[in-house]
């Protein structure tokens, strides 16, 4: 061989060298060898584990969509009755920057219990669920009150088993924040998801004009500025952000990278990014991130869906998160995705105006509980962390 060849191929060696050392320091430091057992209760079968059926209803609750994936639940099972289990809010879980009066919290209450009506039907245990079983929260000692009074007395019947159409939609993911389709919503998806017969109290709109969607956009644009420029918010979502696998592994709440929609080696990529400069995940950064992104979700949004209630009480708001769940369930068996774009309803001094500007509008003197992005989405996205259904257990 020349001297030259001998030469390119030494520095070819060494180029592909130093490429299979970066790839291995990203996946050593995003920690992509490790099993991620924070996905285990995604798994159809994880329900096996369990024998009590409360537990197997409950493994497919915690699946459901919640407030900062925060999973704030607790569950309780009753020692004298084994049909009956307890669901209490988890106050150690509360986000209070973001939601100072715990009602996304309660929404998140609902959702996890209409994952566990589905569930029920379609495992021959249907439940019955009351509300608020031993009095209501006592509002001035908040949360010792989520620790004393559950939200729900949830009591489990006997039937044959249900095929419901729903069921297969609680293992996928309930948060689509990319782009959607400009596609009106047909008659038949438009019906199904302002449907609240069970829910006379709750009204549920689409808004799909041109007009509409461009002035809801703006006001949740603008609400998503404001968000993006109050630090203590942005702090509180950044202390709950999990940059790596063994932080997802260790916590199994809370954000990661999956929720913009990252996946495979971009996943690790981006993992050991913002595990070697956590800075890229906070301050300026953060806010770009934040207002870039939802800017993009804005623009791509062809359908609004908002939910409102007569009363802001607390059954009510655990009402609007069994009729959003049951919404995600049906929206997913009609092939489209939903995101809750939450911060021109939160209740924090710096929202107040647009806060206002959106009741006015949009609100017909009652409190609107959930503000959604629907549409038909060009892509999927991964699935966000979950707990094991034993670490909700009140012992
Ligand atoms: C009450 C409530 C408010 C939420 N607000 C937002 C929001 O403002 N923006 C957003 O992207 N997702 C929002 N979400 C979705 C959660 O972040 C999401 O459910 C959670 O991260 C778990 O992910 P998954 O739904 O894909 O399982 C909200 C969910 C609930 C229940």
Redesign the pocket.
């Known amino acids: 061989m020349k001297k030259g060849h001998i030469k390119l191929s030494i520095i070819l060696f060494a180029i592909i060298v130093f490429i299979l050392i970066v790839l291995l320091s990203i996946f050593i430091i995003s920690g992509s060898f490790l099993h991620n057992a924070y996905m285990d209760p995604w798994d159809k079968s994880y329900q096996n584990r369990y024998d009590d059926p409360r537990l197997k209803l409950s493994a497919h609750g915690l699946?459901a969509?919640?407030?900062?994936?925060m999973q704030p639940w607790k569950i309780k099972l009753d020692e004298v009755n084994s049909s009956v289990f307890y669901l209490y809010a988890d106050s150690s879980k509360i986000t209070p920057e973001v939601d100072p009066y715990a009602r996304?919290m309660m929404?998140?209450q609902g959702?996890f219990l209409e994952y566990v009506k589905i569930a029920g039907e379609k495992l021959g245990t249907p439940v019955t669920i009351t509300l608020f079983p031993e009095g209501v929260y006592d509002e001035n000692n908040l949360y010792t009150s989520m620790d004393t009074y559950p939200v729900a007395k949830v009591t489990l019947g006997k039937a044959t088993p249900q095929d419901t159409t729903l069921y297969d939609g609680i293992f996928l993911?309930?948060?689509n924040?990319g782009i959607y389709a400009k596609t009106f919503l047909p008659a038949n998806a438009v019906s199904a998801l302002t449907d609240t017969q069970e829910y006379p109290d709750i009204s549920a709109v689409i808004y799909q004009t041109a007009d509409q969607v461009q002035d809801i956009g703006l006001i949740a644009m603008e609400a998503a500025e404001i968000e993006g420029n109050t630090s203590r918010v942005m702090k509180e979502t950044e202390d709950i952000f999990r940059s790596n696998e063994y932080q997802k592994n260790k916590y199994r709440y809370g954000?990661s990278v999956e929720?913009q929609g990252t996946k495979g080696i971009m996943k690790h990529l981006l993992q050991a990014v913002v595990t070697l400069f956590p800075s890229m995940n906070s301050g300026k950064a953060q806010t770009d991130n934040f207002i870039n992104s939802t800017r993009t979700s804005i623009k791509n949004t062809p359908a609004y869906l908002l939910l409102t209630t007569k009363d802001n009480n607390r059954q009510s708001q655990v009402e609007a998160?069994m009729l959003?769940s049951s919404y995600i369930l049906k929206a997913h068996s009609l092939g489209l995705a939903m995101?809750?774009?939450?911060?021109a309803l939160e209740e924090y001094m710096e929202m107040n105006t647009v806060y206002e500007k959106i009741h006015l509008q949009y609100g017909t003197g009652n409190t609107i509980q959930?503000l959604l992005r629907v549409g038909y989405p060009e892509q999927s996205?991964p699935?966000?962390m979950r707990q094991d259904v034993e670490s909700l257990l009140i012992k």
């Open positions: 699946l969509a919640n407030g900062h994936n996304q929404i998140s959702s993911p309930d948060t924040r954000f929720g998160g959003y995101q809750p774009l939450s911060q959930m996205v699935l966000s």
